[in-house]
């Protein structure tokens, strides 16, 4: 192989065989690329809080946090191996991560920890919404395979929001 062919492939689209139609392609990899920015912001986020809890409930909020980033992590080399096998590409840099994320960051010197769980609730609030209407496209475009693996990280998100919902209950005044 020359180095002109060389550089071809280096730039060719991957050819994934699919059933799938090529718009269908494009829309799904690119809500699960925004996805799974958003999973990777959230996991840095949520070890960040790990890292930085501290008070008198430090030990279950540390562990509690440390199990919630092991998950969210889980479902990243999933979410980029479903666009690959669609035949899509996904992200390349931590850059990529920045520009497409809706997570937003938090780099305040000091978080209390009950507002580490107030925004993580709401984190995974969101995601799972925006995991929902993931979940829509698919639907859409018959791509079951991804659908179905939304189905999981949506009721994984779900349990999240509520651990930190009620883990942060204790401290709220009665209504």
């Avoid at 550089?7 to 060719?12: D, E, M, Q, S």
């Avoid at 479903?82 to 938090?106: A, C, E, F, M, P």
């Amino acid at each position: 192989m020359n180095n002109r062919d060389s550089k071809a492939l280096r730039i060719a689209p991957p050819e994934t065989p699919t059933d799938l139609k090529p718009n269908a392609v494009r829309d799904t990899a690119g809500a699960l690329n925004i996805l799974l920015a958003d999973m990777l912001a959230l996991y840095v986020k949520t070890k960040n809080f790990h890292w930085h809890v501290s008070g008198p409930h430090f030990r279950d909020y540390h562990l509690l946090l440390d199990e919630q980033a092991d998950q969210i992590f889980a479902t990243t080399d999933a979410i980029a191996e479903r666009v690959r096998k669609i035949g899509g590409t996904t992200l390349r840099s931590i850059g990529h991560v920045g520009r497409l994320q809706r997570v937003l960051d938090n780099d305040a010197d000091f978080v209390t920890p009950l507002d580490m769980l107030a925004e993580l609730r709401d984190d995974n609030k969101q995601l799972a919404a925006n995991l929902r209407e993931a979940h829509g496209l698919c639907d859409e475009h018959g791509d079951v395979a991804s659908a179905s693996l939304l189905e999981i990280w949506i009721d994984e998100a779900e349990r999240r929001t509520w651990f930190l919902f009620e883990a942060s209950r204790h401290a709220e005044s009665p209504k």
